[in-house]
Nanobody
Framework: QVQLVESGGGLVQAGGSLRLSCAAS????????MGWFRQAPGKEREFVAA????????YNGDVVKGRFTISRDNAKEAGNLQMNSLKPEDTAVYYC????????????????WGQGTQVTVSS
């Protein structure tokens, strides 16, 4: 299995940017597709973006709308989520996740999860 640790969250003003990172350890990270999800208080977990095992395909959730970019560096066993033009409604705990096979918007299909990193966007 693979262990995932997110970092890079914090407090930012609306319109600002953050770059989240997901460090992987354990089994070979390049064996897995990776996804980012988020969950705000009182809301269901929401798909943000996903990327194939080799980075050649990306999948964006409705929330992205051209503002976020997912990427990965298998040599460094890490993934990233660049978030620009942040809005207060982007405030949530952001999780990275890994799964076998193709990237997916379904959180139930992901086998491995990080502990999450808090992103707070002030107005």
């Amino acid at each position: 299995q693979v262990q995932l640790v997110e970092s890079g969250g914090g407090l930012v003003q609306a319109g600002g940017s953050l770059r989240l990172s997901c460090a992987a350890s354990g089994r070979t990270f390049s064996s897995y597709a990776m996804g980012w999800f988020r969950q705000a208080p009182g809301k269901e977990r929401e798909f943000v973006a996903a990327i194939s095992w080799n980075g050649d395909r990306t999948y964006n959730g409705d929330v992205v709308k051209g503002r976020f970019t997912i990427s990965r560096d298998n040599a460094k066993e890490a993934g990233n989520l660049q978030m620009n033009s942040l809005k207060p409604e982007d405030t949530a705990v952001y999780y990275c996740a890994a799964k076998y096979g193709s990237g997916s918007s379904s959180y139930a299909s992901y086998s491995f999860w990080g502990q999450g990193t808090q992103v707070t966007v002030s107005s």
